[in-house]
């Protein structure tokens, strides 16, 4: 199902845009790009066995609503920073964030 997951990811992101989230959408679409099985995360969510599209377990949507909480509670302060001034980092730059991100907190976000 590997290939399902980033196409569930795209089609959420557009989802986002349409209902006004550009934020949300960019994350998607980022994350997308960098799925891979380098920890036990990337495994769970490339593997994932249910249905990962909006339709289903939106697994996308979960995962960017765990980065939100991440960025509410003061646990991701540099997430929280780039999430309040999305246009001040670059795709690499905000890409680089996200992934740093989900490796330091793989634990909470898997749970």
């Known amino acids: 199902m590997t290939q399902d997951i980033p196409a ?4 959420q992101a557009e989802s ?10 960019r994350v998607l679409r980022l994350l997308s790009q ?11 969510l490339l593997d994932w066995p249910n249905d990962p599209s909006g339709k ?3 697994l996308g949507l979960r995962l ?8 509410l509670d003061g646990t991701a302060p ?13 795709d690499p730059a905000f890409l680089d964030l996200l992934t740093g991100t989900l490796q ?3 634990t909470r976000l898997d749970s």
């Open 8 to 11: 569930s990811f795209i089609a």
């Open 16 to 25: 986002c845009e349409a209902m006004g989230s550009p934020l949300t959408a």
């Open 34 to 44: 960098s799925l891979n099985r380098k920890t036990p995360l990337g495994h769970r």
């Open 56 to 58: 289903g377990d939106a």
């Open 64 to 71: 960017t609503g765990g980065l939100h909480s991440l960025v």
């Open 78 to 90: 540099a997430l929280a920073s780039a999430y309040s001034a999305p246009e001040t980092h670059s």
């Open 104 to 106: 330091q907190h793989q």
